[in-house]
């Protein structure tokens, strides 16, 4: 599907438009918080889409996510509650993310460059953050999961992929603090015997996807097991 420039499209967002939209709610979503919904689906019509088509652009692959969309998104002031996003992601993102406070899901690969700082701002910037998604954010520390658990007040789950070793210290450090949600976690890299004490210190650690576990012992798996009830 031929994209063309956001800043041409009427206000009425045609299918362009709400291709753009699909990557972040899908269709189904986009039309339920649209108040027009038969003029929302007579203008993918008018723009030679079948039902079927429809159908299948409820189920399309997300589209890259860049800041200039995310900007025009928030030009347009639609009241998204979901935004994925693929690009490499820094505190330069930060500003235009938290012009979105309606956003209650986000997910965003490849943080490998963001912050305890970055993350401060985000979740006081997104009142409404229930489900926060994060990938290879190897930087943060304790602090950053500590202004986490003060500023996003509405957050029932968190999920982290990717993390390290500093990752399960910073959270096991702050594990009284990380009792209102659900924490889930993803290991890629080694894991052995020095990851338990701190795993076991996040009361509602419920989700834990460990690869490479080549120097994991029986003893090692049954106190992890006894300390995650």
């Not at 045609?14 to 291709?19: E, K, L, Q, R, S």
């Not at 899908?26 to 889409?49: M, P, V, W």
């Not at 924490?183 to 338990?196: A, H, M, R």
């Not at 004490?197 to 690869?211: F, G, V």
Request: charged share 20%; hydrophobic share 45%; proline share 4%.
């Amino acid at each position: 599907m031929e994209q063309k420039n956001l800043s041409l499209l009427p206000v009425s967002l045609p299918i362009d438009a709400i291709a753009i939209v699909c990557s972040n709610l899908t269709l189904n979503d986009y039309l339920k918080f649209e108040r027009h919904t038969k003029s929302a689906r007579r203008s993918l019509i008018e723009n030679g889409l079948s039902e079927m088509q429809i159908a299948k652009l409820i189920d399309r692959d997300p589209i890259p996510i860049t800041l200039s969309i995310v900007d025009e998104l928030v030009a347009r002031g639609l009241k998204l509650t979901r935004l994925v996003i693929r690009e490499a992601f820094d505190d330069t993102w930060v500003p235009h993310v938290t012009k979105i406070p309606t956003l209650q899901t986000l997910q965003i690969e490849y943080c490998d460059s963001f912050t305890d700082a970055g993350l401060t701002e985000l979740v006081r910037g997104l009142p409404n953050l229930r489900d926060l998604r994060l990938s290879s954010a190897v930087h943060l520390t304790s602090q950053g999961f500590k202004a986490l658990s003060a500023h996003a007040t509405q957050l029932e789950f968190l999920h982290l992929e990717n993390i390290n070793l500093s990752i399960a210290e910073a959270l096991g450090a702050v594990a009284l603090n990380l009792k209102r949600f659900v924490v889930s976690l993803s290991i890629s890299e080694g894991f052995d015997n020095k990851w338990t004490p701190h795993l076991i210190k996040i009361p509602t650690l419920q989700t834990l996807h460990i690869e490479g576990c080549n120097s994991l012992s029986d003893a090692d798996l049954t106190g992890l097991a006894r300390g995650l009830p």
